[in-house]
T-cell receptor, first 112, second 114 residues
Framework: DQQVKQNSPSLSVQEGRISILNCDYT??????FLWYKKYPAEGPTFLIS?????DKNEDGRFTVFLNKSAKHLSLHIVPSQPGDSAVYFC???????????FGKGTKLTVNP | DAGITQSPRYKITETGRQVTLMCHQT?????MFWYRQDLGHGLRLIYY???????DKGEVPDGYVVSRSKTENFPLTLESATRSQTSVYFC?????????????FGDGTRLSIL
């Protein structure tokens, strides 16, 4: 039973445009959501997180939005750059747990 | 600041052999984790550790053994490797159990079992 779902395996956008990566979850006990970026042959790198009591968190070009009623979060990258091309993982932590539950990832390609 | 390092980066072995993947972190983080990444599955937790001498199972622990005699090291051993354990393995650490703390990952070990 997949608790964190990234339904789009891939996304392609033009440089300068907005990239929107989506994530759905089923567990109401998740208290934090995190986004990781992964380049080939490297480990995932932490990008941005959001607490379940917030609905938005922003860090430079990256903004994460959380819609608790829909159990949905999204990562917006504006403007997108070719260096943003990577696999993006959505992850969630259960309240009181140190573990993370990961989605399967979305491969973003930003075309010059 | 070396961070978290995994060795070897690549390993080829045969079924039935024992193989150990190493993970070392220089941050003195309390928590350490082992994941495997397979096509169609994302990252799945194998084992984790809250401190030296404290380990616990994750989602897919069968066929793996871990130990943590020192805070900075968290080796993962496949006692009798099987082809289904061919995967990319990632080690991660987390500073403490404060809510929202991110995990920080090593660059992975690509393991092929023939």
């Amino acid at each position: 039973d997949q608790q964190v779902k990234q339904n789009s395996p891939s996304l392609s956008v033009q440089e300068g445009r907005i990239s929107i990566l989506n994530c759905d979850y089923t567990n109401s006990m998740f208290d934090y959501f995190l986004w990781y970026k992964k380049y080939p042959a490297e480990g995932p790198t932490f990008l941005i997180s959001i607490s379940s009591i917030k609905d938005k968190n922003e860090d430079g070009r990256f903004t994460v939005f959380l819609n608790k009623s829909a159990k949905h979060l999204s990562l917006h990258i504006v403007p997108s750059q070719p260096g943003d091309s990577a696999v993006y993982f959505c992850a969630a932590s259960v309240r009181g747990s140190e573990k993370l539950v990961f989605g399967k990832g979305t491969k973003l390609t930003v075309n010059p | 600041d070396a961070g978290i390092t995994q060795s070897p980066r690549y390993k080829i072995t045969e079924t039935g052999r024992q193989v150990t993947l190493m993970c070392h972190q220089t941050w003195s983080h309390s928590y350490m984790f082992w994941y495997r990444q397979d096509l169609g599955h994302g990252l799945r937790l194998i084992y984790y550790s809250a401190a030296a001498d404290i380990t616990d199972k994750g989602e897919v622990p069968d066929g793996y053994v871990v130990s943590r005699s020192k805070t900075e090291n968290f080796p993962l051993t496949l006692e009798s490797a099987t082809r289904s354990q061919t995967s990319v393995y990632f080690c991660a650490s987390r500073r403490d159990r404060a809510p929202g703390q991110p995990q920080h990952f090593g660059d992975g070990t690509r393991l092929s079992i023939l």
